[in-house]
């Protein structure tokens, strides 16, 4: 067998790969890669010149490329290298209670959304599922003693334009990793098909859906896939999901000065939240160089959650962790882009989306 990446390898590869060793070897080296964390270098329960063979047969698909933190250390933001050249941004976020990781799905993003440093950068292509399990493994072992308890999938891409592989992901971070399927969430900007296939799922994880406009004229410039889906139908599907899964829906929401925080912002977004019981988190803008519009200010801000609780909606604002260290989604591969290549045109980017943070 030649070089494959550690977890693009299924199973069956794995005990195909270590034939002629005894039975229990198979299981003992995938619990390892997953329940574990650790390199088969690592694996100290195998006799060393298997371990020595298995580090050189299933190599990392994501190499370092850069490291930030902040929070005092409770932030961490990865820029990964993947073979072919291409980067993805993966965030750790550690709190009082409970530890998240935010991973990607894609490398770039096909979805054009108009304040989204990954979108502005366009899309390379979609990443396997081992590159998206291998994220989640990389900050587990980064949280140590800690235990990583969420997985948010709200980083470069969008996970449901992906979802063979990001479903195939799901269901080994849950079943090999060992995190449950409630502290899963899948964010999308509305994609419906995926939203309908994600409901007859068997494992109910969480859904985010990214509406940033609770009008069509508004969510068609913010977000263009709403000329293809729009919120009658986003609406439709996100009913559906709630009443299959029973779980509670999240409503993402970037506050954007003068552009989707005023009073009558709120009202339709309360007239689309409310008879789905969503639960709504408002994300102030992490300030971006060059984006020509800014966050909303704190009192806004504030306001805006206070008037969506006075019309019966359940709401929460974001704590925006890490803008000093280019948290936010696409930000570190945009500025890391333009650094390698100066000239490249606007193709890097200079807008962002908030980071998302659980």
Known sequence: M?????????ADELAALLDGQPAYRARQV??????RALRPAEMSDLPLELRAELDELLPAALSEVERRTSDGGGTVKWLFGLHDGRRVE??????????????????????????????QAGFDRQLTAGEIVEQVVAAVRAARPRRVSNVVFMGMGEPL????????????????VGISARHLTVSTVGLVPGIRRLAAEPLPVNLAVSLHAANDALRDRLVPINRRYPLGELAEACAAYVGATGR???????????????????????????PLGAHVNLIPLNATPGYPVRGSPPLRVAGARQELERLGVRTTIRSTRGAEIDAACGQLAARALAARAPDAGTRPGHVVRALRVR
């Not at 334009?161 to 090999?176: C, F, K, L, Q, S």
């Open 30 to 35: 995938w619990d390892g890669l997953h329940r």
């Open 161 to 176: 334009a992906n979802y063979e592989r990001t479903w195939a992901a799901v269901e080994r971070i849950h079943g090999d």
């Open 248 to 274: 509670r829906l999240s409503i993402e929401w970037a506050m954007i000065d003068g552009t989707n925080d005023r009073p009558s912002d709120m009202a339709e977004l309360a007239r689309f939240a409310r």
């Open 90 to 119: 993966t965030v750790l976020m550690a709190y009082p209670g409970r530890v998240t990781v935010c991973v990607s799905t894609q490398a770039g993003c096909a979805m054009g959304c108009a304040f989204c440093a990954t979108g």
């Open 2 to 10: 030649r070089a494959r990446a550690a977890y693009d390898v299924s």
